[in-house]
């Protein structure tokens, strides 16, 4: 038995140290972002502000998505996030702390629809290495 203690203290810190675990804490450095901007003929743009990043993250060992925006128009300061997900009960919680954030839409199917070639590509940026910062188009 201490012998089994013992691989588990060395090897414990080890895994919380891969991004990919559920317990990592993510860090400044483990982002991926790419740049994105509403087309002028895009009629599926999911989000109110026309340009800003698609991120992704490990969250609890999950690639997870999100839309991030400099605050104030400074990138100096922490982004404005919200997660980009065909979830319905995320979509409504960020309706309600961020209404600003997502296009002002009649249905939730539609911001559904609209959300998830997104999620999709935002996924996709998750295959690339922790702090890589993508232009438009590059996925």
């Known amino acids: 038995m201490g012998v089994l203690a013992m691989a588990l203290a060395v090897e414990a810190p080890m895994a919380i140290a891969d991004e990919r675990h559920p317990f990592h804490l993510p860090e400044t450095g483990d982002y ?4 994105i901007a509403k087309a002028d003929d895009e009629g599926g743009w999911p989000f109110g502000p026309e340009d800003g990043y698609l991120a992704c993250i490990f969250a609890f060992g999950a690639p997870t998505v999100l839309f991030a925006v400099p605050r104030d128009g400074r990138d100096d ?3 404005r996030t919200i997660p980009v997900s065909t979830n ?3 979509l ?3 309706l309600v702390t961020q209404p600003d954030m997502l296009a002002k839409l009649d249905e939730m199917e539609e911001l559904v629809r ?3 070639p997104f999620d999709r590509l935002g996924k996709r940026l998750c295959d690339q290495p922790p702090g890589i910062v993508l232009g438009r188009g590059a996925l």
């Open 32 to 35: 991926r972002l790419q740049a």
């Open 77 to 79: 300061l922490p982004m």
């Open 88 to 90: 319905a009960v995320d």
């Open 92 to 94: 409504v919680i960020t």
């Open 114 to 116: 609209r959300m998830a």
